[in-house]
């Protein structure tokens, strides 16, 4: 194509050569060695990443965000707190709520581990119209919805 934009085809093959690269570095990334014994799931590290972006989020806010019961949710932040990866304290405004947050012992090590991802997806983000990032994210769901359905393989 003369102006340089890929062919579907073109497309698919330059994502079949990246994926796999992608998936291989967050695979090399260490979990700090402070953090080693923990025990943590991929569903602690997204919590955990949204905290570190967001700063702190109510129970609530993470399940929604997370797309999980707010019950889950509450049990992860449960066993993270006891185990003083996490802060709770109550919410000022409303003495029902639980605000969350990650301990000051523990960000650094966090912040070294999971603070590349968010601010390599600013870098490709900030530079780009919302509908050019609706775009993206519309492209990543997508084909995490069609993998699943292709492998049977439910998240």
């Given at each position: 194509?003369?102006?340089?934009?890929?062919?579907?085809?073109?497309?698919?093959?330059?994502?079949?050569?990246?994926?796999p690269r992608?998936?291989?570095?967050?695979k090399?990334?260490?979990?700090?060695?402070?953090?080693?014994?923990?025990?943590?799931?991929?569903?602690?590290?997204?919590?955990?990443?949204?905290?570190?972006?967001?700063?702190?989020?109510?129970?609530?806010?993470?399940?929604?965000?997370?797309?999980?019961?707010?019950?889950?949710?509450?049990?992860?932040?449960?066993?993270?707190?006891?185990?003083?990866?996490?802060?709770?304290?109550?919410d000022?405004?409303?003495?029902?709520r639980?605000?969350?947050?990650?301990?000051?012992?523990?960000?650094p090590?966090?912040?070294?581990?999971?603070?590349?991802?968010a601010?390599?997806?600013?870098?490709v983000f900030?530079?780009?119209?919302?509908?050019?990032?609706?775009?993206?994210?519309?492209?990543?769901?997508?084909?995490e919805?069609?993998?699943?359905?292709?492998?049977?393989?439910?998240?």
């Amino acid at each position: 194509m003369s102006t340089g934009e890929p062919s579907v085809d073109q497309g698919v093959r330059e994502m079949i050569l990246l994926m796999p690269r992608l998936m291989a570095r967050a695979k090399r990334t260490p979990i700090p060695e402070r953090l080693r014994d923990f025990a943590l799931t991929p569903r602690h590290l997204s919590l955990l990443a949204l905290l570190l972006y967001d700063e702190s989020a109510t129970v609530k806010q993470l399940a929604a965000q997370l797309q999980l019961a707010s019950t889950t949710v509450s049990l992860m932040v449960g066993d993270l707190s006891r185990q003083g990866i996490l802060l709770r304290r109550e919410d000022e405004r409303d003495r029902r709520r639980t605000i969350v947050s990650i301990s000051d012992v523990h960000r650094p090590a966090i912040e070294t581990w999971l603070g590349a991802g968010a601010a390599a997806w600013r870098t490709v983000f900030e530079p780009m119209s919302p509908d050019e990032r609706k775009l993206v994210i519309d492209a990543l769901l997508t084909y995490e919805r069609e993998t699943m359905a292709l492998t049977r393989q439910p998240d």
